[in-house]
């Protein structure tokens, strides 16, 4: 209760519009997913209700399994690529003095690029016949034993359809982790020197703990969007050859939109939401320490008393 | 001091080969766009010989690209414009007004912020064909509008928080109504946080493939992503030149929108954030 004016219709003005937007766009379709789910629906006729049905036959699907670890797989080639290059290049950048704005602006243009454009520059990256620049470059350095063909390969397409993901989105996490550390009191690392610190244990013990606030920021960011990446494995391969690129969303699109199981489709779609949060959840608690725990229970106690007497 | 010297030309190496990395396809791509198609089937990653705007003139003799494009251009503006208002009402509601509600009503709207935009499609979908409301812009707007808001309302909120609290009650001891005190006093002050906004999302909306791919389905409604594809068939006969062109020409209006607010766009997204 920071604000000042009392003034309950006006509240409701400014409030309404927005709120009620938010709920029926974004809240109703949740509910929506989460009743489908329960039902056996073709998109014509009547919904069926068949109880945990749906989630049933998800856990006996074996192409859900293998959507789910090749899930795992891109989530850890995009958040590695995204937060450790991110973290390198963020690093790299605030140990120069001039143009690091310029670079800063050029190495996010990925970020602002459609995912069709995206996706059709790997493409044909990745293309054999005309030939794309992977299998150029590896044979001009006379590895060409190494060139194939990378999109219907099946050891190297889940790769594939990961890479674009990671490199579009590192300039992004680049902008969050350089914002963050130019902003630490740069006393507090001229202190650690002075302690006789080198740079290792200054970025290392005084720099990167100082922005784990951001870290775990982008560490969320970055997971929740890997659990939900679409576009690019979608329009690249559409989980082929098989189903060996299939990813949890794209399995759930299929199922809805190419063969009309709209309950089945649901059931995947509340497993993302479900695992998205539960992610969230365990980053908070890793990142949340003993002592803050303990900090926030006493104010909350505080809090109400305060709100008793 | 030698070698803080060579450390530092180390690092310059580095940064300047993760940037060559980082621009080198996009660079490419308008490289390619200015190719002749016998060209661009030999040697694709050649610098052009011979610089052609044939591409560019096919595509824009065929037409459907400016389609496309006004399709886009008109959800995006109607989409920012809706987001701007129902973000700025709301984030001064929830910072300004002395009401216990306030605090959970914003944990609320941060909460969105984690919700994936999948779990909408298929509700979305049913809802819109049995209101016969597929292939309109509306389909579209209504989402694009929705997931938009955790983030701008967390935006303006935190912005409302700098307009102190002081100038507000001044404004109430003049007699100045509330409705007021908002479109002449606080959204004009809030100039900066509309700017991000607006240029981020526009970028974000006319990006957007997953919601047009899902409710459009006719030529006339398609937008720029979706266009895009036009130029790919199944496998096989894509027409390179034609697609690498049609790619140059849509993304050039982010392009322009980001270098010339770049400030803003990436301000935006490291505010949202660090906010959180």
Not at chain 1, 105 to 113: A, D, F, G, R
Not at chain 1, 121 to 127: I, T, V
Not at chain 1, 279 to 287: D, P
Not at chain 2, 261 to 270: F, Q
Request: aromatic share 16%.
């Amino acid at each position: 209760m920071k604000g000042v004016i009392r003034d309950k219709k006006a509240f409701l003005v400014f409030l309404l519009p927005c709120l009620l937007f938010y709920l029926f766009s974004v809240f109703y379709p949740i509910e929506e997913s989460i009743r489908l789910s329960f039902m056996k629906w073709g998109g014509l006729g009547a919904k069926k209700f068949v109880g945990f049905q749906n989630y049933i036959k998800l856990f006996q699907d074996k192409v859900f399994y293998t959507a789910f670890f090749n899930n795992l797989i891109y989530l850890a080639i995009v958040v590695c690529m995204q937060v450790l290059i991110g973290l390198l290049f963020a690093v790299l950048l605030t140990y120069i003095r001039r143009g690091a704005t310029l670079i800063k602006t050029l190495y996010y243009v990925p970020c602002i690029i459609t995912t069709v454009a995206v996706t059709q520059m790997f493409r044909s990256m990745y293309a054999v016949q005309p030939e794309g620049i992977i299998n150029q470059v590896l044979k001009a350095f006379g590895l060409g034993r190494f060139a194939t063909s990378w999109l219907t390969n099946t050891k190297t397409v889940l790769a594939c359809v990961s890479i674009p993901e990671g490199w579009r989105y590192s300039g992004l996490y680049m902008v969050i982790f350089y914002a963050a550390l130019i902003s630490v009191d740069p006393e507090i690392c001229e202190a650690a020197r002075v302690d006789g610190a080198n740079a290792w244990q200054t970025l290392f013990r005084v720099k990167i703990p100082m922005i784990k606030e951001v870290l775990l920021l982008v560490l969320t960011m970055a997971l929740t969007g890997a659990l939900r990446g679409f576009d690019i494995p979608y329009i690249l391969t559409n989980g082929g050859p098989g189903n060996v690129s299939e990813l949890m969303s794209t399995y759930m699109y299929k199922k809805a939109f190419g063969s009309n199981q709209f309950g089945y489709g649901s059931a995947i779609a509340v497993f993302i939401i479900v695992e998205s949060m539960l992610v969230v959840a365990i980053l908070n608690r890793i990142f949340t320490s003993k002592d803050e725990i303990e900090e926030k229970k006493s104010l909350r106690r505080t809090r109400r008393s305060k709100a008793r007497s | 001091m030698k070698m803080k010297k060579k450390v530092s030309i180390i690092f310059w190496i580095l940064i300047i080969l993760f940037l060559a990395i980082q621009i080198y396809p996009v660079i490419w791509l308008f490289m390619a766009s200015v190719k002749p198609s016998t060209e661009l089937a030999v040697a694709p990653f050649a610098l052009p010989k011979k610089a052609t705007f044939d591409n560019y003139l096919s595509i824009f003799r065929e037409g459907s690209i400016f389609r496309y494009m006004l399709n886009s251009l008109k959800i995006t503006v109607i989409s920012v414009l809706l987001i701007v208002f129902l973000s700025s009402t709301a984030g001064f509601a929830l910072s300004k007004f002395k009401f216990r509600a306030a605090h959970p009503i914003y944990r609320f709207f941060t909460f969105g912020i984690m919700i994936p935009v999948q779990i909408t499609l298929i509700p979305l979908f049913c809802f819109y064909s049995k209101m016969h409301l597929l292939n309109s812009a509306f389909s579209l707007i209504l989402p694009q509008v929705g997931f938009a808001l955790p983030l701008s309302v967390m935006m303006f909120y935190s912005f409302y928080d700098f307009v102190p609290n002081e100038l507000i009650e001044a404004a109430i001891m003049d007699g100045c109504s509330t409705y007021k005190m908002f479109t002449s006093i606080v959204f004009p002050l809030a100039k900066n946080t509309v700017i991000t906004v607006a240029s981020m999302q526009s970028i974000f909306i006319w990006n957007d493939f997953i919601f047009g791919n899902t409710f459009i389905s006719d030529n006339k409604a398609k937008t720029v992503a979706l266009g895009l594809r036009d130029y790919v068939g199944a496998f096989g006969n894509v027409n390179w030149g034609m697609t690498f062109a049609a790619i140059a020409v849509t993304i050039l209006p982010p392009m322009i929108l980001y270098f010339a607010l770049n400030k803003y766009v990436t301000a935006g997204m490291t505010l949202g954030s660090v906010k959180g």
